[in-house]
């Protein structure tokens, strides 16, 4: 299998190639710039409810739930002919939405991390 050519390095003004994003020069400067970015999402925007409800028992016992149900298969690429295998369940009515339904199985639908990323970029 032929090898991919390297890429220029992300940082700006950067000469050097790489084959992932960042050279290695700039890999860890990168990765604190991403930790720190994580840090302000959990500190000012991250939902506590919410986060405190996808560790509880109730949770994790609704996703096994709908996970069997759909066979551990990802819904969505099911519709399109393609036999994928889920690892998230989705909220089709989303917890700030109605909060009421976050533990209905009719609210929960199994998809593979692709068709998940996929639906949230929807908006």
Not at 11 to 38: F, I, V
């Amino acid at each position: 299998m032929p090898i991919k050519p390297k890429k220029p390095c992300a940082k700006p003004g950067c000469p050097n190639l790489t084959d992932g994003r960042y050279c290695e020069e700039h890999q860890e400067e990168a990765e604190k710039r991403k930790a720190e970015s994580n840090r302000f999402y959990d500190k000012h925007v991250r939902d506590k409810q919410a986060e405190a409800f996808y560790k509880s028992k109730a949770w994790v016992a609704a996703r096994q739930q709908a996970l069997i149900r759909d066979n551990y298969l990802c819904q969505e690429c099911l519709k399109r002919g393609r036999i994928t295998r889920a690892d998230t369940v989705h909220h089709k009515i989303e917890l700030k939405e109605d909060w009421s339904k976050r533990l209905q199985i009719d609210n929960l639908v199994s998809l593979c991390a692709e068709c998940h990323n996929r639906m949230h970029s929807r908006g």
